[in-house]
Nanobody, 122 residues
Framework: QVQLVESGGGLVQAGGSLRLSCAAS?????MGWFRQAPGKEREFVVR????????YYADSVKGRFIISRDNAKNTVYLQMDSLKPEDTAVYYC??????????????????WGQGTQVTVSS
């Protein structure tokens, strides 16, 4: 069982930046982030394959968010720039043991973090 611990959420004005971190207690094939806004379904944000660093972003965050990893620390980071009010959500770290595709709602994910709130004010 891999435990994921997130940090770095908070309140920021539109156009600002935040950096999220997710530390895993063990290794995995891929890690990433999902988010869930109030009254909406959970949605995929970004994923990184830990072995080669390959990434996949949701269209809504391309060019604004960057995911990176530190394999020695089993930690991934999400740098979020040019934040918009519509980015407001609880952000959940996710990890997978295998290389299967992740669905929009979280299929393919084996482990979840507890979530961290990101609020972007207009």
């Amino acid at each position: 069982q891999v435990q994921l611990v997130e940090s770095g959420g908070g309140l920021v004005q539109a156009g600002g930046s935040l950096r999220l971190s997710c530390a895993a207690s063990g290794g995995s094939y891929a890690m990433g982030w999902f988010r869930q806004a109030p009254g909406k379904e959970r949605e995929f944000v970004v994923r990184i394959t830990l072995s080669d660093g390959s990434t996949y972003y949701a269209d809504s965050v391309k060019g604004r968010f960057i995911i990176s990893r530190d394999n020695a620390k089993n930690t991934v980071y999400l740098q979020m720039d040019s934040l918009k009010p519509e980015d407001t959500a609880v952000y959940y770290c996710a990890a997978a043991r295998y290389g299967s595709a992740w669905s929009r709602s979280g299929g393919g994910v084996n482990y979840w973090g507890q979530g961290t709130q990101v609020t972007v004010s207009s």
